[in-house]
């Protein structure tokens, strides 16, 4: 079964899927771009890498305490001890996270012209996630590399953009050579996935990513029809209409 909503669907956002559904895209936009860059440009596949903790409160322990102590006399030592009844808590556990993203390379002298990120939950939700993410934000918006960033998840806070409301998902591309002016491709649930370019040099010709055809094919290679319950629940919040909305649309599958 293909997917049935007419853009992004929003059961591949929770989070037991959107790893897969993550690392799946970015071969397809790299797959997809080759062969219209090629041969003055490659695309890579890169990783960063950072340790990041789930924000899990911690409950405080019950004391340990000494109780129903039995001394009969001073010669007489400490036999027993009871133990009071502890609470069950959770601890916080350092979780490695790998993040794939693109880069858009020159094959002449290897020179990076571009960088293609996918937002992960942790780019928006996650403490230490953000930071990583944004300090290479930073990074690349200084430089003479363009990005391309794509925004699948309703859920988080979006990244900063000034002078635009914010949207379920959005795609911002960013010209190295136009900064700060850019490019941001907004669209709701309801709404296909927008064709967008991606930026090379200055007055080169941009290939174009039709990310609602890769997202559809993805969707079918990697049978993810049989990895979802559409009778369930989203484990992400909507609106009322939107819940709506979605059970007119499964209605119909």
Do not use: C
Request: hydrophobic residues 40%.
């Amino acid at each position: 079964m293909g997917n049935p909503f007419p853009g992004m669907n929003p059961y591949l956002e929770q989070p037991e899927l959107w790893h897969q559904v993550h690392n799946r895209l970015i071969v397809a936009i790299a797959d997809d771009l080759t062969p219209q860059i090629a041969p003055k440009y490659r695309v890579s596949i890169e990783e960063r890498v950072y340790t990041s903790v789930d924000d899990i409160l911690l409950v405080g322990i019950a004391d340990v305490a000494v109780a129903n102590r039995n001394i009969p006399d001073s010669s007489t030592t400490l036999t027993a001890a009871k133990l009071s009844e502890p609470t069950k808590v959770k601890v916080p556990i350092p979780e490695q996270v790998t993040e794939r993203f693109l880069e858009v390379r020159s094959t002449q002298n290897k020179e990076v012209v571009a960088v293609i990120e996918i937002l992960s939950p942790k780019n928006k939700i996650s403490k230490e996630g953000r930071i990583a993410y944004e300090n290479k934000r930073h990074k690349i918006l200084a430089s003479a590399t363009n990005l391309v960033e794509i925004d699948l998840l309703k859920q988080g806070e979006p990244m900063p953009i000034l002078g635009v409301k914010i949207t379920d998902y959005s795609i911002l591309v960013s010209r190295s050579y136009n900064r700060p002016d850019a490019d941001l491709y907004t669209f709701d649930l309801k709404s296909p996935i927008p064709v967008f370019p991606i930026p090379l040099h200055e007055s080169e010709s941009e290939p174009i990513v039709d990310l609602q055809r890769l997202l559809n094919e993805v969707y079918e290679r990697a049978r993810f029809d049989l990895a979802i319950d559409y009778t369930q629940p989203l484990k992400i919040r909507r609106s009322p209409e939107e819940e709506a909305w979605i059970k007119d649309i499964l209605a119909t599958v």
